[in-house]
């Protein structure tokens, strides 16, 4: 609303200044022409008559002449019409400031002396104390049949603007303002409104977000910048509810984790020192709490590498290596486990050999991951592939292949989130925390790579990964 009226006054300005500009070189035109016509009629009427003396002319046709000056100075609402003689007396005056005008004042001599020499003169003040105001005057000669001077007109003024247009053009002006500013006012009010109520509610979402409530969602009117806010407050608060959620099931993962192990090793060495399990038996069930102890150094060392890997610690050396050769040996390490689920293995590789530039720990346990994944889900007798593929953009495609479970979709945009485990039940998972590929994807996109899963729901999954080519 401020700007708007501070523009209105801005044009008011510079209309005011246009208009009097205007205003003031009109007015000099139109007094300068009235002069000039009360002058020609005044002399016309002097020349025609037999008097010696322009008073005594105008006093024989007192009536016609106060006519013909009150037509003249009727041009403008403020203009004033003199009639002197050569000494400065003034002999007739009509118009709007008459009454004004000083009772037995005499126009300075100075001043007659250079209109009797012939000059059209322009000029404002009281004109030598005979206005009570200042006036604007221009003073036009009377000459007689000789040629000589024998009289002055005088056409004066209180202003020099035309102020019945001005009066007018501002009234117009300042109309259209609170018009304006009213139908501004109303569209103001509701645009605020339209504005407010949204940001209303994205406020009060906030406030509960902070309670710990990511159920509340922001309604979403509109799909303008407040909307797409709006919605991009909804998509927060669903992936905050989401990493509530995984993290609640990451710590039900680990709780269990970590009771299930812990309470067998527990069980199995009080049994062997309190004698209830025979010494025949010993060697069996200390394998069982060497396999349990693996398994919680497994989960240590994913939740050690997680916090390294978001405090920043984890530093990668890049360095080439083949590739093709590391996954020939991820497959070979897992040769016991392929031949107890009778899978059948293909290596699909072009090149016997391919050198990618990258940090080779970090890729052998990302390879290792998902290769383990692939055993873990494939089906029994199902087939297990490791490709390995020169790309056109100097990338080495490497892909982990297997039937099975796969995926669901309703899955899959969340495999590589923290804490998350598809297999909520683990009946198949029973080893994994759900840190994995979420370490995987963070080492990937350190590279600079992508990694993604492709899957058909109860038929097989392919996890791919970019590398660059040295």
Same mark, same amino acid.
């Given at each position: 609303?401020?700007?708007?009226?501070?523009?209105?006054?801005?044009?008011?300005?510079?209309?005011?200044?246009?208009?009097?500009?205007?205003?003031?070189?009109?007015?000099?035109?139109?007094?300068?022409?009235?002069?000039?016509?009360?002058?020609?009629?005044?002399?016309?009427?002097?020349?025609?008559?037999?008097?010696? #003396?322009?008073?005594?002319?105008?006093?024989?046709?007192?009536?016609?002449?106060? @006519?013909?000056? @009150?037509?003249?100075?009727?041009?403008?609402?403020?203009?004033?019409?003199?009639?002197?003689?050569?000494?400065?007396?003034?002999?007739?005056?009509? #118009?709007?400031?008459?009454?004004?005008?000083?009772?037995?004042?005499?126009?300075?001599?100075?001043?007659?002396?250079?209109?009797? *020499?012939?000059?059209?003169?322009?000029?404002? #003040?009281?004109?030598?104390?005979?206005?009570?105001?200042?006036?604007?005057?221009?003073?036009?000669?009377?000459?007689?049949?000789?040629?000589?001077?024998?009289?002055?007109?005088?056409?004066?003024?209180?202003?020099?603007?035309?102020?019945?247009?001005?009066?007018?053009?501002?009234?117009?002006?300042?109309?259209?303002?609170?018009?304006?500013?009213?139908?501004? &006012?109303?569209?103001?009010?509701?645009?605020?409104? +339209?504005?407010? !109520?949204?940001?209303?509610?994205?406020?009060?979402?906030?406030?509960?977000?902070?309670?710990? !409530?990511? $159920? =509340?969602? =922001?309604?979403?009117?509109?799909?303008?910048?407040?909307?797409?806010?709006?919605?991009?407050? *909804?998509?927060?608060?669903?992936?905050?509810?989401?990493?509530?959620?995984? +993290?609640?099931?990451?710590?039900?993962?680990?709780?269990?984790?970590?009771?299930?192990?812990?309470?067998?090793?527990? #069980?199995?060495?009080?049994?062997? &020192?309190?004698?209830?399990?025979?010494?025949?038996?010993?060697?069996?069930?200390?394998?069982?709490?060497?396999?349990?102890?693996?398994?919680?150094?497994?989960?240590?060392?994913?939740?050690? $590498?997680?916090?390294?890997?978001?405090?920043? $610690? !984890?530093?990668?050396?890049?360095?080439?290596?083949?590739?093709?050769?590391? /996954? +020939? @040996?991820?497959?070979?390490?897992?040769?016991?486990?392929?031949? @107890?689920?009778?899978?059948?293995?293909?290596?699909? /590789?072009?090149?016997?050999?391919?050198?990618?530039?990258?940090?080779? $720990?970090?890729?052998?346990?990302?390879?290792?991951?998902?290769?383990?994944?692939?055993?873990?889900?494939?089906?029994?007798?199902?087939? &297990?592939?490791?490709?390995?593929?020169?790309?056109? *953009?100097?990338?080495?495609?490497?892909? =982990?292949?297997?039937?099975?479970?796969?995926?669901?979709?309703?899955?899959?945009?969340?495999?590589?989130?923290?804490?998350?485990?598809?297999?909520?039940?683990?009946?198949?998972?029973?080893?994994?925390?759900?840190?994995?590929?979420?370490?995987?994807?963070?080492?990937?996109?350190?590279?600079?790579?992508?990694?993604?899963?492709?899957?058909?729901?109860?038929?097989? /999954? /392919?996890?791919?990964?970019?590398?660059?080519?040295?």
């Amino acid at each position: 609303m401020l700007i708007i009226l501070s523009g209105f006054l801005v044009i008011i300005l510079i209309v005011s200044a246009i208009i009097g500009n205007y205003s003031i070189d009109a007015k000099t035109e139109i007094m300068e022409n009235s002069a000039r016509t009360a002058g020609a009629y005044v002399e016309g009427l002097f020349n025609t008559s037999s008097f010696d #003396g322009i008073e005594d002319v105008v006093n024989a046709s007192v009536d016609d002449v106060e @006519e013909m000056l @009150e037509n003249i100075a009727g041009y403008s609402d403020d203009m004033t019409v003199l009639v002197s003689d050569n000494s400065g007396k003034i002999v007739l005056a009509v #118009g709007s400031g008459k009454e004004n005008i000083l009772g037995g004042a005499n126009i300075p001599k100075a001043f007659m002396d250079n209109v009797n *020499n012939g000059e059209e003169i322009s000029r404002d #003040g009281v004109l030598g104390g005979i206005f009570l105001t200042e006036q604007y005057v221009h003073a036009v000669p009377v000459y007689n049949k000789d040629g000589a001077v024998c009289g002055t007109v005088f056409v004066c003024a209180e202003s020099l603007m035309l102020s019945k247009l001005m009066e007018d053009i501002i009234k117009a002006i300042i109309l259209a303002i609170l018009w304006v500013l009213l139908a501004a &006012l109303i569209a103001v009010y509701f645009i605020t409104e +339209r504005i407010t !109520r949204p940001l209303k509610d994205i406020s009060n979402a906030a406030k509960e977000f902070a309670k710990g !409530r990511f $159920d =509340v969602r =922001v309604p979403v009117r509109t799909n303008d910048e407040i909307g797409r806010l709006a919605g991009a407050m *909804n998509n927060m608060a669903e992936s905050l509810d989401n990493y509530d959620t995984m +993290r609640n099931t990451f710590m039900s993962n680990v709780s269990h984790d970590l009771r299930s192990p812990m309470t067998s090793i527990s #069980g199995f060495v009080d049994g062997i &020192l309190d004698g209830v399990i025979p010494p025949e038996k010993h060697e069996y069930y200390l394998r069982i709490v060497s396999t349990e102890v693996k398994r919680l150094s497994r989960l240590v060392a994913s939740l050690l $590498d997680l916090s390294r890997i978001q405090a920043g $610690d !984890r530093k990668f050396t890049m360095a080439p290596f083949d590739i093709t050769e590391m /996954c +020939r @040996e991820i497959l070979i390490s897992f040769e016991q486990k392929i031949n @107890e689920k009778r899978l059948e293995v293909e290596f699909d /590789c072009a090149d016997s050999s391919l050198i990618v530039v990258a940090d080779r $720990d970090a890729i052998y346990q990302i390879a290792y991951n998902l290769c383990d994944n692939a055993v873990k889900f494939a089906s029994e007798g199902g087939v &297990l592939r490791i490709g390995v593929k020169r790309l056109k *953009n100097r990338k080495a495609l490497v892909s =982990v292949y297997n039937d099975g479970q796969g995926i669901s979709p309703a899955d899959i945009p969340y495999v590589f989130e923290r804490f998350y485990k598809s297999d909520k039940s683990r009946g198949l998972n029973k080893n994994g925390a759900g840190l994995g590929l979420f370490i995987s994807k963070t080492i990937i996109e350190a590279h600079g790579e992508e990694i993604w899963v492709e899957s058909n729901y109860e038929k097989d /999954c /392919c996890f791919s990964f970019t590398l660059p080519i040295e």
